[in-house]
């Protein structure tokens, strides 16, 4: 099992940080019913004022060629385009457990 953890920094007011990220997280927590190879899905929003980072999510797949299969799949890639004009910065990191 490979879990792919990803945190995201959003530029923009708060209030426009935190209406993409909202959105963004229900995109994504629809997607373990529609892409096969995700067995799980997990999104956290900051809730940390003296922190940077706006989101981060953890993603449960079988492989670690699922994670390509996962972040190449149209319904992810749907989903990365919500924050995509206000994406500031990502950081990823894929292990084996």
């Given at each position: 099992?490979?879990?792919?953890?990803?945190?995201?920094?959003?530029?923009?007011?708060?209030?426009?940080?935190?209406?993409?990220?909202?959105?963004?997280?229900?995109?994504?927590?629809?997607?373990?019913s529609?892409?096969?190879?995700?067995?799980?899905?997990?999104?956290?929003?900051?809730?940390?004022?003296?922190?940077?980072?706006?989101?981060?999510?953890?993603?449960?797949?079988?492989?670690?060629?699922?994670?390509?299969?996962?972040s190449?799949?149209?319904?992810?890639?749907?989903?990365?385009?919500?924050?995509?004009?206000?994406r500031?910065?990502?950081?990823?990191?894929?292990?084996?457990?």
């Amino acid at each position: 099992m490979v879990k792919h953890i990803v945190t995201f920094k959003l530029r923009g007011s708060e209030e426009e940080r935190r209406s993409a990220a909202e959105r963004f997280r229900d995109a994504l927590l629809a997607l373990p019913s529609r892409i096969d190879v995700l067995e799980s899905m997990e999104v956290g929003l900051n809730e940390n004022p003296a922190e940077d980072w706006d989101v981060v999510l953890t993603a449960t797949v079988p492989t670690m060629a699922d994670v390509a299969t996962y972040s190449k799949h149209p319904d992810h890639v749907a989903a990365a385009a919500i924050i995509a004009p206000l994406r500031e910065s990502r950081a990823c990191v894929d292990y084996t457990v």
